[in-house]
């Protein structure tokens, strides 16, 4: 399983990122966090991705 932490300015830029993952395959994996630096506000969201090869390895079982 691959895991990932993005981390962004809560933007449109940021939003679209995620929805790149998301459309290759990658999931949410938890809530999404946020926090403030003083002058942005700064998101983060965990993904994750089942391996394609570990997956195919338990179906052939």
């Known amino acids: 399983m691959q895991y990932k932490l993005i ?3 809560d933007d449109s ?3 679209a990122r995620i929805t790149e993952f ?3 395959g990658w999931k949410l994996h938890g ?3 946020m926090t403030y630096d ?3 506000v ?3 969201q965990a ?7 570990k997956n195919e390895e338990c179906c052939l079982k």
């Open 47 to 53: 993904i994750i991705k089942e391996d394609a090869e």
């Open 31 to 33: 809530n999404p966090t």
């Open 7 to 9: 981390t962004g300015p």
């Open 42 to 44: 700064i998101a983060g």
């Open 13 to 15: 830029t940021f939003c």
């Open 22 to 24: 998301l459309n290759n």
């Open 38 to 40: 003083g002058k942005t």
